[in-house]
């Protein structure tokens, strides 16, 4: 048995070893000692929005990586690096400015909407209830040149038409603004037998069933490959960067359990 389920199968779950971590340490010794193993081999795991800390994230449905979702406050990698991200690159959220957020995610709820900035959370349904406004991403109902920061990730995997989405946010992007577009990626996030270089999309698979089993989650209507990249520069857009989580070197990405290949695109125009 490995030592981290040996942790585990003597704490309980997540929620309780955290909640009694201390107690747990003092009254078990045996556990105290495969504690002090597994830190040796492996640091503690930090959570950088909510401050969980602890042996580790919980594994998720069909992605590649082990260490996905925070026990606290569900973030998954990519909210962890885009938090770090977020609090780097700070004059992104400029007091005044236009932003543009598809798919709001509740992680970033009270940064976003305490930086002063004309903040949009928008998405295609009000299932989402952090959105102020209904919109398609196939047609963006703002004029051209309007936002000065777009951030968009997880969305175009799920959109019929993602060309004209990417299209529609090249026309809404102000030019020397920034979009943010984060897609899943073939070898990345999930892992499929195909070509990884190329977009694996058919009008076959269209069931839930079909969807999950060849692009990795029921609503996805393909698994993006490398040339993704290749897509979003032929919209019109400049790269300026594509490998922030790669530079925060391995000790980030290890105790806040990132996805070193995880790319966030940063484009201009
Ligand atoms: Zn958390």
Redo the contacts with the bound molecule.
């Keep these: 048995m490995s030592l981290k389920k040996s942790i585990l199968e003597k704490s309980g779950s997540y929620k309780f070893y955290k909640n009694n971590y201390e107690r747990l340490l003092k009254e078990n010794q045996e556990l105290s000692n495969l504690i002090e193993q597994y830190k040796k081999v492996y640091p503690p795991k930090e ?1 950088p ?4 800390k602890g042996i580790g994230f919980k594994p998720y449905v069909n992605i590649i990586h082990r260490e996905v979702e ?1 026990p ?4 998954h990698e990519r909210h962890r690096a885009l938090w770090l991200y977020f609090h780097e690159k700070k004059e992104l959220l400029k007091e005044g400015n236009t932003f543009l957020h598809f798919a709001p995610e509740t992680q970033f709820n009270e940064l976003f909407r305490n930086s002063g900035m004309e903040y949009h959370p928008v998405d295609i349904s009000d299932e989402n209830t952090l959105i102020n406004e209904i919109v398609d991403i196939q047609d963006i109902p703002y004029p051209d040149d309007y936002f000065d920061l777009i951030y968009c990730s997880n969305v175009l995997e799920h959109v019929e038409d993602d060309a004209k989405a990417m299209n529609e946010l090249y026309r809404v992007l102000k030019p020397g603004g920034t979009a943010l577009i984060l897609v899943p990626i073939n070898g990345i996030s999930y892992e499929r037998p195909y070509d990884k270089s190329k977009t694996f999309e058919s009008d076959k698979y269209n069931t839930p069933e079909l969807r999950e089993k060849y692009y990795g989650q029921n609503d996805h209507l393909r698994l993006y490959g490398t040339d993704f990249k290749d897509k979003l520069i032929n919209t019109g857009f400049k790269i300026k960067a594509d490998d922030y989580i790669k530079n925060l070197g391995h000790e980030i990405i290890d105790k806040y359990a990132l996805i070193k290949d995880e790319n966030i695109f940063e484009c201009t125009k």
């Design positions: 959570c929005i909510c401050g969980y925070c606290q406050c569900k973030s």
